[in-house]
């Protein structure tokens, strides 16, 4: 079944994105829906299997109670993880090598030779997902699969295309450092500013869309600048950013965190540049 998804546009016009195919019946013959989890690694030989072992376990059955786009009760999806090594050099590409020599059927391993940052490994891994619903997964243990359902929900009851998990919407986590929360919250309040939204967590990892959101979209950014890239491009399509609360388990420098202050300025100019151009 193919369904459209009337929205809005910056400039408050009516216009139709492109649209999906729709898992209805789990009895019927079409097949079930997708989601591909895009996996940027970069140097975590530490939790690395942990995290797959947690995103392969994770039940992915979506119990629909929305009409919005003609969906009701459980829905199974189709797991693809693709994960993206992005030169990594403590060992966690000796994992990925004994994986390669016999890889689950729903995993696909992708190396770059060289460090190129995580806004490059999310193109690549964009590029190669075969799902009609993508979510990125981290390749630490901050975020928690077991949220996924809560980001899948909303989605597939018609409430909006793009649902991003908040870290700052009551859910429970570690204590955040103070300026990690300063900045987080810094960025949040001028990515609003900026493109008219009230979200709480523009920087969270757990972004959650439908393949046809960001079709044809044209990213640049190698490093964590791709976090209000992607979040800019996408409410300039006029899409509506839906946010669950979720989960989060923060980790700090020494235990392998890579996000710097240096990083907040980046994403200023980011959010700044493609306000105005594309």
């Known amino acids: 079944m193919r369904l459209s998804w009337p929205i809005k546009s910056v400039n408050n016009k009516p216009q139709e994105h492109p649209s999906i195919d729709l898992f209805i019946d789990p009895s019927a013959d079409s097949d079930p829906m997708r989601l591909s989890i895009i996996m940027p690694v970069y140097n975590e030989r530490a939790t690395l299997e942990a995290i797959v072992q947690r995103v392969q376990a994770v039940d992915l059955t979506v119990d629909v109670t929305g009409v919005g786009l003609g969906l009701s009760g459980p829905v199974t999806l189709e797991r693809e993880i693709i994960i993206v090594d992005d ?14 020599q016999n890889p689950p059927p729903n995993m696909v391993i992708i190396y770059h030779e060289r460090n190129s ?3 490059a490994a999310l193109r690549t891994g964009f590029q190669r997902a075969t799902g009609d619903i993508l979510i990125v997964q981290d390749a630490d243990l901050e ?18 295309p793009v649902i991003y998990g908040s870290r700052f919407s009551g859910g429970p986590r570690a204590a955040m450092s103070l300026g990690h929360t300063l900045g987080n919250q810094m960025l949040t309040v001028i990515t609003n ?12 990892c757990y972004k959650c869309f439908r ?8 990213l640049r950014s190698r490093a964590f600048e791709i976090e209000p890239e992607l979040t800019a491009k996408i409410l300039k399509r006029g899409y509506t950013i ?8 923060g980790r700090a420098f020494h235990e392998g965190k890579k996000i710097s202050w240096k990083d907040g300025f980046s994403a200023v ?10």
């Open 87 to 100: 030169g990594s050099t403590d060992g966690t590409r000796e994992i990925l090598d004994h994986w390669r």
């Open 117 to 119: 940052g995580k806004g």
């Open 143 to 160: 975020y928690d699969p077991k949220d996924y359902v809560k980001l899948l929900e909303p989605l597939l009851e018609g409430r909006a």
């Open 193 to 204: 500013l900026l493109y008219g939204t009230s979200l709480s967590d523009m920087e969270t």
């Open 211 to 218: 393949r046809d959101v960001i079709d044809g979209m044209v």
């Open 242 to 249: 839906f946010e669950v609360p979720i989960s989060y388990n």
């Open 269 to 278: 100019r980011t959010l700044v540049r493609y306000r105005f151009t594309d």
